[in-house]
């Protein structure tokens, strides 16, 4: 959105943003040759760091999908992790140690081998609280953090006292805790390898990062014009098929006018012009489930919404098709507590989510009716949501007789840590969202739910609730999903929140461009799979 | 105009200066809100990290002892860094030749339109080119418009972004240029049509001076110090980056950074611009009353 | 040869900004009496343009029901963005709204802005100003500098800042925060008036005859002062017109439930190019408003210029 920073893409009512990884092809397969060479162009939104361990936002996350590999990707279908630069991943059996073989033969892009030191080194220098990196909160769970962040202080050691490595290509991850979701954790940004050019010059490492990935960079970054990548030549793993990449950077609309008159290949659509491209442009539209679950949050430390059927009631009485065909058109109306490409999400879970005036006011009457005005709050800067907002407050006031209110809070204030959100000052629901770090259910569960969650603003407490999700913790991850989904059906009846819809994650291109795909479990463009139609090499046929 | 008023001007700017730096610094400190916070999206930042960046850049420290920071900063030449480590200094290094470019675009088809406008409609009174000077259409709406007539649809020029060299800066200085050619336009037929009223002017052409040549030579003298001033108000109006143009052409500009820093609570690099933006409107103001001076020997200021 | 054609030295010309180079042409004699100045506009086509249009403009922003045929209020999400046609003259905006009907409410909101605006810009000028100039020493150092830092602070830049303080607002803040940038200019164009009329003959002699400077002030310095002051005025609303639109599309400035063509344009942005309807209403009433001021700042001009149309004032 024009001025807003943190977008996923132009358009798009999301400010919020992390990324989950993936890297691309599963490992090893060989591809059939398709067609080498050519240089496409791809939008990007201005990232704020291009280390992996200090960038949380999508406009990093896509960099780094092309500068890196990841320890593990996703499986298509059941989004489970999958080795990619990794080899093994093997769980010990009281669930704490996890013993970690990657690829031997790898090499940064300036030629230094990527060894198990490169990935505890960098994993250390991200934990060390001193650092103040952006996802020092990620290695929480390995055994030595606390050692690391002290309350006051400096820490004593720079070392995670739960990593070792045991050899050129081996290390073992002890946790403070089992969890059975670690694996999904390490497709992750924050768990890639650094070669020792960065520990030399962090801040030159960040104009012109080094990684291992299928593409290097191609001079340093020019901010807020353009990232350029080059294929690098000698990667061990399966090769773009571009020779070039550019992540052209751009705000506001002026990406999607770009694409239109032929200048920009391929770019991400959102709600304001996804109509259009439905019509202009179908053939080469994309619309596929994206990471991100859109919701609207309750103050349940508030008295009017403490009853479980007003909650309901207010859930039932949105007609969120209609908002979406009118406004939010990139969205499909939510059905459980997470998106689709996630493990364990299961279909039309969320009976309370289907729309039904009756239902809902009978629910609003057996729940003892709304008293006084309801506050609709939501993050300023975003016309396109703002309108949304305003259709939502206008469906509770002519469905369910509520008095409504708008309030549009600064972005500083909404996403502070001091602001009203993190310090349960709010007075009604407000517009929330959770894009995953890792397709896992229980990421969608723990840290919103859970008593302990980082992220538990609206004060949910159910004891049953965080025992089931520490049972599952536990498990194997096989048998973690079931007892996960436990805990969804306890808050899809409580409905501590409302789910609203899920972000496609859409893509449009012109014919310069072929196999335009996205990774999957995460909400990223496949960089090395673009082929570039008319590139020297083999003619076309898609791997 | 003496030399002790040239320096007493000079002396001046200081107090105006740091005033000007002390407004803006007060108004981006009373912003509510978290600049750390928002580094991390909605997710939270470990308390490690948080106190780490807060530290580091001074936000821990009450108002007044983060000017000084300033201050001690301003006067070893360091404008300080963003919160993701940039100096400001390299950013507006980068940004600078970009809104200098379009300001020039600008500037020159405001002074070559402008005047052109103006003297047609002063020589050629009452007809309909001296109501089509006062056409007005704000930048927003132009921009757009040629955005999509030129860029989308005839695909003549480029739509947004630096990528495509001088080309690039066409349509964005038109868009600011064409409205400021007109308003120059309108003030300079007025001060034209007045002087051409002057009793001197149309003694001068009794007497048998070809009033091509009047016009041209002393007329428009004349008129020289109002439009000199407002040429002087207008690029340094332009050097502060045109907000509105940048960000509907994607131009990673002085104007476009301001935006961003204001939205991200970037303390450091609003200041930075605005401070920019006053000394070249300061200087800049001097500069034009300098030259008015010695276009018109009648102007005094003791 | 040049010298002969310079006017004759009769004014103290200090050009410091826009205004004064506006609104003072090189040369100014003493002003004509307000019956010249009636009868000046009357002759003038563009004032009756401009008259017309603003008057249309008031209309709308006193008694929007005159014109309007629907319920601006009445969205249905359903007739989301539908074309313009016979049930709704500018098609329907993406909550519903009957898009005519939010156009002609905009009206009132640019005009309250354009209003609050220049008569605060008026009564600070007027006071600062003539202050400033009329005492001279210290107290015109200290009005003058503290207008100079506001004034080094470009308009946009500045308002942005503090309306993301208040992170937006109604039509009265805007207005005022409009105003914290823009009164800097007037002031100073008031100060320059009274400067050159501090020394006119008139003003002398009334001295001589006993009268205070307050009493000079208000009775004979003042009243050629604001001639000029109202031809500025007009510009201003036409600027402030345009810069509350400006702030607002840039996200800082009025936000729902107010009406305003600011926030119709942010809107029509994020549809632009597909739905250019959206964006194409509220330009063209903008454009309108704003002209409008424009034409009437000029004719003003024009009438109180007595050099202008030939006469000799």
């Known amino acids: 959105m024009r001025g807003s920073l943190r977008v996923l893409a132009i358009g798009l009512s999301l400010a919020f943003v992390a990324a989950a990884c993936s890297s691309n092809s599963s490992g090893g397969a060989s591809e059939s040759p398709g067609q080498q060479g050519g240089t496409y162009s791809f939008y990007n939104g201005e990232p704020n760091h291009l280390i992996p361990q200090n960038d949380y936002e999508s406009a990093g996350t896509q960099a780094f999908q092309g500068l890196w590999t990841r320890l593990v990707d996703f499986d298509p279908t059941t989004y489970k992790p999958v080795p990619a630069q990794a080899d093994s991943i093997t769980q010990s059996s009281d669930g704490l140690t996890y013993d970690i073989t990657i690829k031997s033969g790898w090499t940064f892009h300036d030629g230094t081998p990527v060894t198990a030191q490169s990935y505890v080194d960098a994993w250390n220098y991200a934990a060390y609280g001193p650092n103040g990196y952006i996802l020092n909160f990620f290695f929480d769970k390995i055994e030595g953090y606390d050692a690391l962040n002290p309350s006051s202080g400096t820490p004593k050691t720079k070392e995670l006292s739960g990593l070792k490595v045991n050899g050129t290509n081996e290390f073992t991850v002890t946790l403070t805790h089992p969890f059975s979701q670690f694996e999904y954790t390490l497709g992750f940004d924050a768990f890639d390898p650094l070669p020792k050019a960065f520990f030399d010059d962090p801040k030159a490492f960040d104009e012109q990062p080094i990684g291992d990935g299928p593409y290097m960079m191609d001079g340093k970054w020019q901010h807020d014009q353009t990232i350029n990548l080059q294929r690098y030549p000698d990667y061990a793993g399966t090769p773009g098929f571009a020779d070039k990449v550019e992540l052209r950077i751009y705000q506001g609309d002026a990406a999607w006018l770009d694409f239109q008159a032929g200048n920009l290949d391929i770019t991400l659509v959102g709600s304001d012009h996804l109509n259009e491209a439905r019509k202009s442009y179908s053939d080469t539209l994309s619309e596929e489930p994206g990471a991100t679950l859109l919701y609207l949050n309750l103050p349940l430390y508030q008295p009017q919404y403490q009853n479980k059927d007003v909650r309901q009631a207010l859930s039932l009485a949105i007609d969120r098709q209609a908002v979406m065909n009118a406004i939010l058109v990139a969205e499909t109306p939510a059905d459980d507590f997470m998106p689709p490409p996630v493990t364990g999400y299961r279909q039309g879970a969320c009976q309370y989510c289907q729309f039904n005036v009756d239902l809902a006011k009978q629910k609003l009457q057996e729940g003892g009716g709304f008293n006084g005005t309801l506050t609709l709050n939501f993050y300023a800067d975003d016309t396109t949501l703002e309108q949304a907002m305003e259709a939502v407050a206008n469906q509770w006031h002519d469905n369910l007789g509520i008095t409504t209110k708008l309030n549009a809070i600064p972005q500083n204030t909404y996403f502070s840590g001091s602001g009203p959100i993190y310090t349960k000052k709010m007075t009604g629901p407000w517009w929330d969202g959770w894009t995953e770090d890792y397709p896992s259910i229980q990421d969608f569960l723990e840290p919103i739910y859970g008593a302990n969650g980082g992220y538990n603003t609206s004060g949910y407490l159910n004891k049953t609730f965080d025992q089931t999700l520490d049972t599952a913790n536990q498990q194997s991850l096989e048998a973690s999903i079931p007892t996960y989904q436990q805990a969804d059906d306890m808050i899809l009846e409580d409905m501590p929140a409302i789910p609203w819809g899920y972000l496609g994650f859409n893509t449009v291109h012109d014919d310069n461009v072929t196999n335009v795909v996205k990774v999957p479990g995460l909400d990223e463009l496949d960089l090395s799979k673009v082929q570039v139609v008319g590139a020297s090499g083999a003619s076309a046929s898609a791997s | ?302 | 040869m040049s010298d002969d054609l310079l006017p004759p030295p009769d004014t103290e010309v200090k050009p410091h900004s826009m205004t004064e180079a506006l609104a003072l042409p090189t040369g100014a004699k003493q002003l004509t009496l307000w019956g010249d100045v009636w009868r000046k506009l009357k002759r003038d086509k563009r004032f009756y343009v401009a008259a017309f249009l603003i008057a249309i403009f008031v209309l709308m922003a006193i008694a929007p029901f005159l014109f309007l045929t629907k319920d601006p209020n009445a969205c249905p999400i359903s007739d989301s963005t539908l074309p313009m046609s016979k049930q709704h003259w500018f098609g329907t905006d993406i909550l519903g709204c009957d898009y005519y009907s939010r156009v002609i409410y905009g009206a009132r909101t640019s005009l309250e802005v354009g209003l609050i605006v220049s008569s605060l810009s008026i009564v600070i000028a007027l006071s600062f100003g003539a202050a400033a100039g009329y005492f001279g020493g210290w107290v015109d150092t200290v009005i003058s500098r503290w207008a100079d830092i506001w004034f080094s602070i470009p308009t946009i830049l500045g308002a942005l800042l503090v309306l993301t303080l208040f992170n937006g607002g109604g039509p009265v803040l805007v207005s005022l925060v409009i105003v914290m940038f823009a009164w800097p200019d007037m002031t100073r164009l008031v100060r320059s008036t009274v400067i050159s009329g501090k020394s006119r003959g008139y003003v002398r002699a009334a001295r001589t005859m006993g009268s205070r400077g307050r009493r000079i002030l208000r009775r004979h310095v003042l009243p050629n002062g604001i001639a000029p002051v109202l031809v500025f005025a007009a510009y201003v609303v036409g600027s402030s017109v345009g810069a509350e639109a400006g702030l607002t599309f840039l996200g800082v400035g009025l936000r729902l439930p107010t009406i305003s063509w600011g926030l119709q344009l942010a809107v029509a942005d994020t549809r632009f190019p597909e739905d250019a309807y959206l964006m194409f209403w509220p330009s063209l009433f903008l454009c309108l408003l704003i002209g409008a001021f424009i034409l009437l700042g000029e004719s003003l001009r024009d009438a109180m210029d007595p050099k202008l149309f030939g006469g000799d004032g």
Not at chain 2, 26 to 32: D, E, G, M, R, Y
Not at chain 2, 82 to 111: H, W
Not at chain 2, 157 to 170: E, F, K, N, Q, T
Not at chain 2, 214 to 228: C, E, M
């Open chain 2, 1 to 302: 105009m003496s030399k002790r008023y040239l320096i007493r001007r000079l002396l001046l700017v200081v107090p105006v200066l740091l005033g000007t730096i002390l407004i803006v610094f007060a108004l981006v400190f009373l912003t509510p809100g978290d600049p750390v916070n928002r580094l991390a999206g909605n997710k939270p930042l470990a308390p490690s990290t948080y106190n780490e960046i807060r530290t580091r850049y001074h936000l821990d420290q009450p108002f007044v002892v983060q000017y000084f920071y300033y201050l001690d900063g301003l006067a070893h030449g360091d404008l300080g860094a963003t919160f993701t480590g940039r100096d400001v200094t390299d950013i507006l290094k980068e940004r600078f030749p970009v809104t200098l470019k379009l300001t020039l675009g600008a500037f020159a088809i405001e002074v070559v339109l402008g005047l052109l406008l103006a003297v047609v409609a002063a020589v050629k009174r009452r007809t309909l080119l001296d109501s089509a000077i006062l056409v007005f259409t704000p930048v927003i709406v132009l921009g757009f418009v040629l955005q999509y007539v030129f860029g989308v649809k005839l695909h003549w020029l480029p739509v947004a972004g630096i990528r495509d060299g001088p080309s690039s800066y066409i349509l964005p200085s038109l868009t600011l240029g064409l409205g400021l050619a007109a308003s120059l336009g309108r003030l300079a037929r007025s001060n034209v049509l007045d002087n051409m009223a002057g009793e001197h002017i149309r003694a001068a052409i009794a007497r048998g001076l070809p009033r091509r040549r009047v016009v041209g030579r002393h007329v428009l003298k004349n008129s020289l110090v109002p439009i000199v001033t407002i040429l002087g108000l207008d690029f340094a109006y332009l050097m502060g980056g045109a907000v509105i143009t940048e960000t509907i052409f994607n131009l990673p500009g002085l104007g476009y950074s301001l935006i961003t820093g204001i939205k991200t609570q970037n303390g450091p690099l609003v200041v930075g611009l605005v401070t920019l933006s006053a000394i070249i409107f300061v200087f800049t103001n001097l500069f034009v009353d300098l030259l008015c001076a010695r276009i018109d020997p009648r102007i005094s200021y003791e």
